[in-house]
């Protein structure tokens, strides 16, 4: 069982900055793609970033230049570092990993899970 725990969230004014941090724990071989997804009130859930087990970085074109996305993999831990935010920046966001645990009969798998989700409020 793989447990993702998200922290850092918060009220800030526009133009403000938060770190968010995702800390993953459980039977856990590796894991490959980490990222950070948002649900705004009435809307779908979204893709903010991701970063691949290489290193390898993708975000959405309105958080591009504002949000940067990195990792700890000794620590297992992906973080979002949000900068120039913005009202409409205003969302739950939910850290998501695809994690290589043990298989059902033996051997690996690859699962993707979900944190619980963290509120962030951008409002003066």
């Known amino acids: 069982q793989v447990q993702l725990v998200e922290s850092g969230g918060g009220l800030v004014q526009p133009g403000g900055s938060l770190r968010l941090s995702c800390a993953a724990s459980?039977?856990?071989?590796?894991?490959?793609?980490m990222g950070w997804y948002r649900q705004a009130p009435g809307k779908q859930r979204e893709l903010v970033a991701t970063?691949?087990?290489?290193?390898?970085?993708n975000y959405a074109d309105s958080v591009r230049g504002r949000f940067t996305i990195s990792k700890d993999n000794a620590k297992k831990e992906v973080y979002l570092q949000m900068n120039s935010l913005k009202p409409e920046d205003t969302a739950a966001y939910y850290c998501?990993?695809?994690?290589?645990?043990?298989?059902?009969?033996?051997?690996?798998?690859?699962?993707?899970?979900w944190g619980q989700g963290i509120q962030v409020t951008v409002s003066s």
């Open positions: 998501n990993v695809a994690a290589v645990v043990p298989g059902w009969y033996g051997g690996t798998r690859e699962s993707e899970y």
């Open positions: 459980g039977s856990i071989f590796s894991l490959n793609a």
């Open positions: 970063i691949t087990s290489g290193g390898s970085t």
